[in-house]
């Protein structure tokens, strides 16, 4: 089964990965770091607690990793999907358990992988599931009127932008209704903690542990002719049309996925890839990765010299 290998950026601790005091050394270890994730890969991006703990929230594909990563920073901070969504960061701190396995396991179950309806949105917001708490903002009119018991047709938000919204919550807090105002200022305190948090760990294309070379050393693996393909090619994609690279890339972001899943640490997002057999090491990051899951690890979160933090993510029925 091929291994997809995660790495830390080197010499990068947390906050702004485009300004070098944020690394270790400066300005010579972030040229190190943009210079190799000028590639392919697929990247786990969250927040850092005060004690070097890592939440994971979002996993993501890119045809250049770095193109995208100060772009969660500065601008995806507040998630624009539909199924992508915004939630008060400082319940992931105070309780990740709880945010981890109630909070965004609900989000997914009953938003994400669902259609998104006014009765699957009603029962996201009400008891049993009560996301009101949790829920902060994602892309829908009825969902904020409904988070704040207001009619429908009170504020038709639809597609604004982000900061649009924002402005407009404040706004309409000022001409009474407080809810939106509320809702606007945790809004905020949850863009300076990711702002001030922000972290990443990155499996790339390239390189001798590099997810191509994986699946090249695999010949019985589904998705071997296509890391041919890209090896002989380079194409990720084409316009609109998926090539091998974004192929494998959408692949190795299903199973990365299923794979934190597996330890109770659900992301913000939809993985679109059919699932394929991987074993994704997290070894790099097991020590300080936060642990609300099955696998267990001394102290709960784990110490240097542990065993590897390999899970394995087979499709159904096995390919051997």
């Known amino acids: 089964m091929p291994k997809i290998t995660f790495q830390v950026p080197n010499g990068f601790d947390k906050g702004n990965p485009a300004n070098p005091e944020n690394y270790v050394g400066g300005q010579a270890n972030l040229k190190a770091v943009k210079k190799l994730l000028k590639q392919p890969g697929v990247y786990i991006w969250g927040i850092k607690d005060k004690k070097g703990k890592f939440f994971p929230l979002y996993i993501g594909i890119r045809k250049d990793i770095w193109s995208r990563i100060p772009q969660h920073y500065n601008g995806n901070a507040y998630m624009g999907a539909s199924t992508s969504g915004l939630f008060d960061l400082n319940q992931l701190l105070a309780n990740p358990f709880n945010f981890y396995t109630t909070t965004l396991l609900n989000f997914n179950l009953f938003w994400v992988n669902v259609n998104h309806t006014v009765a699957n949105m009603v029962f996201m917001l009400n008891p049993p599931i009560n996301l009101k708490d949790s829920l902060v903002y994602f892309r829908s009119s009825r969902a904020m009127n409904r988070h704040c018991t207001l009619p429908d047709i009170t ?49 790339p294309f390239d390189g001798p542990n590099g997810i191509i070379n994986s699946l090249l050393n695999d010949p019985q693996h589904p998705l071997n002719n296509k890391a041919v393909e890209f090896q002989a090619k380079g194409i990720y994609n084409v316009g609109r049309a998926n090539g091998p690279g974004k192929d494998i890339a959408e692949r190795v972001e299903t199973a990365t996925k299923k794979a934190l899943e597996k330890i109770n640490l659900y992301t913000i997002g939809e993985a679109p890839g059919a699932l394929y057999p991987f074993e994704i090491d997290l070894t790099a990051i097991q020590n300080n990765l936060i642990n609300v899951g099955g696998y267990v690890y001394p102290d709960n979160y784990g110490k240097a010299g542990d065993p590897s933090l390999e899970i394995p993510v087979p499709n159904y029925p096995p390919y051997y």
């Open 155 to 203: 504020y038709p938000i639809h597609n604004f932008t982000h900061q649009d919204a924002f402005n407009e919550y404040n706004f309409l807090n000022g001409i009474g209704l407080t809810c939106l105002g509320g809702l606007a200022n945790r809004m905020l305190n949850t863009k300076n903690i990711i702002r001030d948090n922000f972290y990443f760990v990155y499996a």
